[in-house]
């Protein structure tokens, strides 16, 4: 079968090319993959930047068809319709232990929507199990990449007021955050963010800011505008080492709190609000290649002028996934 894969340790060694179709063993499902979504992780590991093993498909957020199983396997039967990650995406067929990170994909929720549900978890994880949002309070989202465009909609979820922030190469991205009912946008090359947040809380303060960018000054700011008590939730990954004003923190009684992946609750919670509707995922997939066409998806990605750029099988690419 054909499969992005990682031939070597050197950066720049990864390839498409034909490896061996993967086979069940006895806890495993077989998954034709219908879509897989590309992550700024998958360029960390063409530049060397994150470890991957050789002869590994890439792809870490997809969706697909069960078409075999083990004779163990309980949870899942041929023809269900899963949502999955870890590894093997970017790949015509892989296999996963029943018990590993799949999840049953409703009739509801499109493919392409499927290959988002990771990044959505994520989210999911960061506003309903790592920060504690009230309905009424103010929320303040910085980065309008996909992670924060769906803490923007999950914060909404919780009855929140939210503020999303961003800079000039945010402009398409804030606009998106307004058409998904951000209360208030602020690009801070343009506007002090201390004196829209003091406005937008009437004086109050932010009671949460999700810090999603991973940025320094974003971290920096985010501290200053928070109330006295309120939270720091950190989702993005900082390049380098942070540094943290102690005294701000302790004085203030501030927290600040980390938040990586996500746990099964949190897919299973992010599945059931875009069954229902209550989350837009097709706005944030700027657009669908065929599988053959990765590299250019993958420069799409590193160019960071959208969303979400998905990649689907040549045999299952057609005009069925216009956008």
């Known amino acids: 079968m054909k499969a992005i894969v990682k031939y070597g340790d050197l950066p720049g060694q990864v390839d498409f090319r034909d490896i061996p179709e993967p086979v069940c063993t006895d806890t495993d499902i077989k998954i034709?993959?219908?879509?897989?979504?590309?992550?700024?992780?998958?360029?960390?590991?063409?530049?060397?930047?994150?470890?991957?093993?050789?002869?590994?498909?890439?792809?870490?957020?997809?969706?697909?068809?069960?078409?075999?199983?083990?004779?163990?396997?309980?949870?899942?039967?041929?023809g269900d319709r899963v949502a999955a990650c870890m590894d093997g995406g970017f790949a015509e067929f892989t296999v996963k232990d029943e018990n590993d990170w799949v999840?049953?994909?409703?009739?509801?929720?499109?493919?392409?929507?499927?290959?988002?549900?990771?990044?959505?978890?994520?989210?999911?994880n960061g506003v309903f199990n790592r920060s504690y949002i009230l309905p009424a309070d103010h929320v303040l989202?910085?980065?309008?990449?996909?992670?924060?465009?769906?803490?923007?909609?999950?914060?909404?979820?919780?009855?929140?007021?939210?503020?999303?922030?961003?800079?000039?190469?945010?402009?398409?991205?804030?606009?998106?955050?307004e058409e998904l009912k951000a209360d208030r946008i602020v690009n801070v090359q343009k506007e002090d963010i201390r004196a829209a947040?003091?406005?937008?809380?009437?004086g109050h303060g932010i009671d949460t800011v999700l810090e999603c960018s991973g940025s320094q000054s974003a971290l920096d700011?985010?501290?200053?505008?928070?109330?006295?008590?309120?939270q720091l939730t950190q989702l993005g990954i900082l390049g380098k080492m942070a540094t943290v004003d102690?005294?701000?923190?302790?004085?203030?009684?501030?927290?600040?709190?980390?938040s990586i992946a996500y746990d099964r609750a949190?897919?299973?919670?992010?599945?059931?609000?875009?069954?229902r509707g209550s989350i837009n995922v097709k706005s944030l997939i700027s657009e669908v290649l065929p599988l053959t066409q990765w590299e250019y998806g993958f420069d799409r990605t590193a160019q960071r002028t959208g969303y979400r750029t998905v990649l689907v099988p040549d045999r299952f690419y057609s005009s069925k996934y216009a956008l």
């Open 141 to 177: 989202i910085e980065g309008p990449g996909v992670i924060g465009l769906f803490a923007l909609q999950a914060a909404k979820q919780l009855g929140a007021s939210v503020m999303v922030a961003g800079t000039d190469s945010d402009v398409e991205r804030l606009r998106m955050a």
């Open 103 to 124: 999840f049953p994909l409703p009739d509801e929720i499109s493919f392409l929507e499927g290959a988002l549900l990771e990044p959505l978890a994520a989210a999911i």
């Open 197 to 202: 947040a003091n406005e937008f809380t009437n």
């Open 32 to 78: 034709e993959v219908q879509a897989c979504a590309v992550c700024m992780t998958d360029l960390h590991i063409i530049t060397g930047n994150y470890p991957w093993k050789t002869d590994i498909p890439l792809g870490h957020e997809f969706c697909g068809v069960v078409t075999a199983t083990g004779k163990h396997v309980r949870k899942f039967k041929i």
């Open 266 to 275: 949190a897919w299973l919670r992010g599945i059931e609000l875009v069954r």
């Open 221 to 230: 700011t985010g501290l200053q505008v928070l109330k006295y008590d309120g």
């Open 246 to 258: 102690l005294g701000q923190l302790v004085y203030n009684n501030r927290r600040i709190v980390g």
